[in-house]
C-alpha cells in the first residue's frame, strides 16, 4: 500500500514544481454545469402571512464587485466612497405576491441597476422600507405593497457603514435615518501624510484573554478616518421624503424605539479608541430620548473593554444586553453579573436580570437571578415569560417559565444544548399590538415547533404545552419517508394549517400550506431544481462507528450508473468535513444529516465531483471529545486520525472505494484538520486545505472553542499545529486561501508561511491565493478557478 501511495504522490510533485503565472480557468465541463447555475429567488412574507416577497440576486459576485474602494478599520470593511459595508451581498430585483393569489408581480419603479440591501417591513406591514446603493452613495426607498410600487424618498446619501441605516418609526409614516454628516471631514491618505511619531501601546499590567482581531486601528491616522467614516447625523423621514434633523452626528451603533414608541435608546462609540480589540469593545453610552429628540436620562456608560476574564462563560461588568420588553409600552430589561464576570469566581448566582420602568426615574427592580450565564428572554401574549441561561464548559442550557403575575418560576428544561434528540424546539411566535413578535399563549396554552433529530431518523413536531400542568401533548409529527418537511410557522392552529418548506434530494426547497388534520399540501412556489444532472446520483446517509464506540454518520454519494452490487469498480474516495467539540460521547453520535436534504453542490463541499467518478463522503462526522475534566483539545490528533479511518474503513468494508486513493478536504478549521490528517496518518492520498491556520502559536489566546492560551498548555498548542511538524508532511496538499482573509485567527498569513516551510522541507505541495477574496470566496472568477485546481489536482493525484 505504501509504494501506490508514494507513486501517486510522485505524480502530484509535477503539479507544483514552480511559481506559475497562471489566467483564471474553469472547471471540467460535467462541474461547469453544475455551478453554473441561476439562483432561485429568496421569500420571506410579513407575520400575517398575507404577503410574500421574492428577492433575486446574481449566483455569484463577479471580480469587479470585489475591486472596490475599500478601508479596513476596528473591525469594519467598509466602501468609503458609497459608505456601506465592502463585503455586502446585494438583491437586484424584487417581486411581489399575496399569499393567495396564484403568481407574483413584478415591483414596478425600481431602482435601474438595482443593488438592494436592508428589506424591513413598516410595523403595520403594508410598506417595505429598503436601501439601494449607487456608485457613490445610498439610498432609501419604499416599496408600496399596496401598489406594488416603489420610490426613493432620501436627498441625502446614507451612512450605512455600521450595518442598517434605518429604523421606522411606530406610526408606519416616519423613520429615522442616519445620514452622512453635511460637514463631514475629508479622510486621511496616509500614503500623503507623514507620521508626527512612533505607534505606541502599553499594558497597565492586568491578565486578558483578547484573541487575534483582523482589521483593528493601527495608528492616529486610522483613528481619525474611523470617526469620519461612522458618524452619522440623524434625520427624521416621512414616506413622501419631507426631512428634518433630529439629533447631532455622533457614531451611533443603536437607535432602537420602545415598543409603544414613545421612547428612543440610542448607543454611541465613545473616546478612547482601541487596536488590540474592534469596535464592539469601545467605549459606549445609551441614552434614552422622548420622540423629538430630547434627553430622557443617560442608562449606561460602558468603558473600553480591553481586559477580559479567560473562558467563554466571562463576560464584561455592568450592564448586558439592554433591550425593550416586548410585552410592555416602555420597560427596559438587561442583565448584570453577579461572578465580576468572571466564570472562575465560584458563586450561587452569575446573572441577575433586571426590569426598569420609564421615564427611569425609579431605580431598576430584580425581576430574577440565573444560576448560569443569562443567554436571553422571550416575552409573551400572556403573563408568562422564558428566561434561557447555559453555561459553556458543561454544554448546559436551562430554561425557566417565570409566571410573571405570580412571580414565581420553573425549569421546564434542562439539557446539554449539543443533544439534538432532546431538543424541545421553539415557541411558535405571533405579533402583540406592539408589533412586537412574543410567544403566542392561547387558553394558557403555547406551541413548540421541533426539528425532531432521533437516532431512527428526522420527524419535524409541533408539541402543545400546558402552561399550568406543563403537560405536553404531540399535535403533529411528520413522517414524510421521500421528502422532509421544515415547520415554519403555525398559521391556524384551530385549522390545523402550518406553514412548511418541503424538499428531498432532487426537489428543491419549496413552500407548503399543510393541513396537518388530513395531510394535504398546497404548494406556494415551484421552484425548479437546477441540478438536473445529479439529480439520479445514490444518496445515502451512512452510520459506522469509531475504534472506541463513537456513532459517526456522513452523506454518501456514488455516481448514477455505479454498481452497488457488484461493485467490482473500486472508486476514488473525496472526503470533506469539519470538526466539531463534544463533552461526551453521546452528542457526538448524534445524527443531524437527512438524505432528503436537497443536494445542493457547492464550493463548499466535493460533491461536485461525484458527476466524474468519485464516491463522495460530505460532511463526514469529525467529533473530538473531552468529557470530565478532560479537554477535547487534550486528544485531538488521535481522534482526528480515529474519525478518518472510520471513515475509510466503512466504505472499504462495503467495497465501494479504493482505499489507497481517498483525499481529504475542509475550509477553515477544515484545513486545519486536513493538513494535520496529512501530517499524522498516511491514509489519503493527498488533500485539499482551504483557508485554514496551521500555528497556533500565532493564535496564542484560544482559537475555534479552545480556552486555554498557549502558556497554558503549549505542548497542546504545539502538537495540533501542522506547521511544527511539517518535516513529517510528505502527502499531496493542495493549499487555496483568499488573499484578503477577514477571519479572526485565519489570517492569509497562515497559508503563506506554511507552505514555504512544506516547500522548503521537500513536501509536494500547491498555493494558490485567490485575489480579492476574504475567508468565504465570492467572485465567480475565483469560485470557478478554485473549482478547476481541485480538479486538476484531485485527477492527477487520484486518477492518473
Known amino acids: 500500500m505504501k509504494k501506490r501511495i508514494i507513486a501517486i504522490a510522485l505524480l502530484c510533485v509535477v503539479f507544483v514544481s514552480a511559481q506559475e503565472n497562471i489566467t483564471y480557468q474553469k472547471p471540467s465541463a460535467e462541474i461547469m454545469k453544475l455551478a453554473d447555475f441561476e439562483r432561485a429567488p429568496s421569500v420571506f412574507m410579513d407575520s400575517k402571512r398575507d404577503w410574500m416577497i421574492f428577492s433575486y440576486r446574481d449566483t455569484y459576485k463577479s471580480l469587479e464587485d470585489l475591486n472596490q474602494e475599500e478601508m479596513k478599520l476596528a473591525g469594519l470593511r467598509v466602501n468609503p466612497v458609497t459608505n456601506i459595508s465592502s463585503s455586502m451581498t446585494y438583491v437586484n430585483n424584487l417581486k411581489t405576491r399575496k399569499l393567495k393569489d396564484k403568481n407574483e408581480a413584478q415591483v414596478k419603479d425600481l431602482p435601474t441597476k438595482a443593488r438592494i440591501a436592508y428589506l424591513s417591513f413598516s410595523p403595520d406591514e403594508k410598506k417595505l422600507a429598503f436601501t439601494n446603493t449607487t456608485v457613490n452613495a445610498v439610498e432609501l426607498w419604499i416599496l408600496d405593497l399596496a401598489t406594488n410600487t416603489a420610490k426613493k424618498i432620501s436627498n441625502s446619501p446614507l451612512n450605512a457603514n455600521l450595518g442598517s441605516p434605518y429604523v421606522w418609526m411606530s406610526d408606519s409614516r416616519h423613520l429615522l435615518v442616519k445620514q452622512i454628516p453635511s460637514n463631514r471631514a475629508s479622510l486621511i491618505d496616509e500614503k500623503n501624510n507623514l507620521p508626527t511619531g512612533p505607534t505606541v501601546s502599553n499594558s497597565d499590567g492586568k491578565v486578558s484573554q483578547n484573541r487575534t482581531y483582523q482589521d483593528l486601528l493601527k495608528n492616529p491616522q486610522d483613528e481619525a478616518n474611523f470617526e469620519t467614516l461612522a458618524k452619522s447625523e440623524l434625520v427624521k423621514i416621512d414616506i413622501s421624503g419631507n426631512q428634518h434633523k433630529f439629533k447631532a452626528a455622533a457614531i451611533y451603533t443603536s437607535l432602537n424605539f420602545s415598543p409603544d414608541g414613545n421612547y428612543l435608546m440610542l448607543t454611541t462609540i465613545q473616546k478612547s479608541y482601541s487596536y488590540i480589540v474592534p469596535l464592539s469593545r469601545f467605549p459606549m453610552t445609551s441614552s434614552i430620548y422622548d420622540p423629538s429628540g430630547n434627553l430622557i436620562k443617560i442608562i449606561n456608560e460602558t468603558p473600553l473593554n480591553e481586559i477580559m476574564p479567560k473562558g467563554f462563560s466571562s463576560v464584561r461588568t455592568g450592564k448586558r444586553n439592554i433591550s425593550w420588553r416586548d410585552d410592555q409600552p416602555s420597560t427596559l430589561v438587561f442583565a448584570e453579573a453577579l461572578d465580576g464576570g468572571d466564570q472562575a469566581n465560584k458563586v450561587e448566582y452569575r446573572d441577575e436580570v433586571f426590569v426598569w420602568d420609564a421615564p427611569f426615574t425609579t431605580q431598576p427592580k430584580s425581576m430574577f437571578k440565573t444560576k448560569q450565564r443569562f443567554s436571553g428572554i422571550d416575552w409573551s401574549n400572556g403573563n408568562f415569560a422564558i428566561i434561557y441561561d447555559s453555561w459553556y464548559d458543561t454544554r448546559n442550557s436551562k430554561s425557566y417559565l417565570i409566571n410573571l403575575d405570580k412571580n ?41 415547533i421541533g426539528a425532531g ?4 431518523g428526522q420527524f419535524p413536531f409541533i408539541d402543545e404545552l400546558d402552561l399550568g400542568t406543563m403537560a405536553k401533548k404531540r399535535v403533529y ?15 391556524d392552529a384551530k385549522k390545523g394549517q402550518v406553514l412548511v418548506v418541503e424538499q428531498s434530494a432532487s426537489q428543491y426547497p419549496n413552500y407548503f400550506i399543510r393541513d396537518i388534520k388530513n395531510g394535504k399540501g398546497t404548494a406556494l412556489t415551484n421552484f425548479a431544481n437546477p441540478f438536473e444532472s445529479i439529480k439520479n446520483v445514490y444518496k445515502e446517509v451512512i452510520k459506522y462507528k469509531r475504534n472506541d464506540g463513537v456513532e459517526l454518520s456522513g452523506t454518501l454519494y456514488l455516481p448514477a450508473n455505479y454498481d452497488r452490487k457488484n461493485h467490482k469498480v473500486k472508486l476514488p474516495l473525496l472526503i470533506w468535513a469539519y470538526p466539531t467539540e463534544y463533552k ?10 437527512n438524505p432528503n436534504d436537497f443536494t445542493f453542490p457547492s464550493y463548499g463541499s466535493f460533491i461536485y465531483w461525484v458527476t466524474k467518478g468519485y464516491a463522495v463522503l460530505d460532511d463526514a462526522s469529525f467529533p473530538i471529545i473531552g468529557e470530565g475534566k478532560t479537554e477535547p ?20 468494508q462495503r467495497g465501494y472505494i479504493d482505499r489507497n486513493k481517498v483525499a481529504v478536504g475542509g475550509h477553515s478549521y477544515g484545513a ?4 494535520n490528517l496529512l501530517t499524522h496518518s498516511k491514509d489519503y492520498a493527498c488533500g485539499i486545505a482551504r483557508s485554514g491556520a496551521y500555528n497556533r502559536t500565532l493564535t496564542p489566546f484560544g482559537f475555534q472553542s479552545e480556552q486555554r492560551n498557549y502558556w497554558d498548555i503549549p505542548e497542546i498548542y504545539n502538537t495540533m499545529s501542522p506547521f511544527m511538524q511539517a518535516d513529517k508532511m510528505k502527502t499531496p496538499l493542495l493549499l487555496i486561501h483568499g488573499e484578503a482573509d477577514n477571519n479572526p485567527g485565519t ?18 505541495v500547491r498555493m494558490v491565493l485567490l485575489p480579492k477574496e ?5 467572485a465567480k472568477e475565483n469560485v470557478l478557478h478554485t473549482l478547476w485546481e481541485q480538479d486538476q489536482f484531485l485527477e492527477k493525484c487520484l486518477k492518473k
Open 453 to 456: 433529530f432521533t437516532k431512527n
Open 774 to 778: 476574504a475567508h468565504g470566496y465570492a
Open 747 to 764: 489570517f492569509t498569513l497562515q497559508t503563506e508561511r506554511y507552505f514555504q516551510a512544506l516547500k522548503n522541507l521537500g513536501a509536494p
Open 584 to 593: 461526551d460521547k453521546s452528542t457526538a453520535g448524534q445524527n443531524t444529516q
Open 672 to 675: 486545519f484538520m486536513t493538513a
Open 633 to 652: 483539545n487534550d486528544t485531538f490528533i488521535p481522534q482526528l486520525v480515529a474519525n478518518g479511518k472510520a471513515a475509510i474503513d466503512a466504505l472499504d
Open 408 to 448: 414565581t418560576s420553573q425549569i421546564i428544561d434542562d439539557r446539554n444544548y449539543q443533544d439534538v434528540y432532546s431538543n424541545p424546539g421553539n415557541f411558535a411566535e405571533t405579533k402583540n399590538k406592539f408589533g412586537r413578535n412574543v410567544i403566542d399563549i392561547s387558553k394558557n396554552k403555547a406551541h413548540l
Open 477 to 491: 409529527t411528520s413522517k414524510l419517508t421521500n421528502s422532509k418537511e421544515s415547520i415554519v410557522d403555525i398559521l
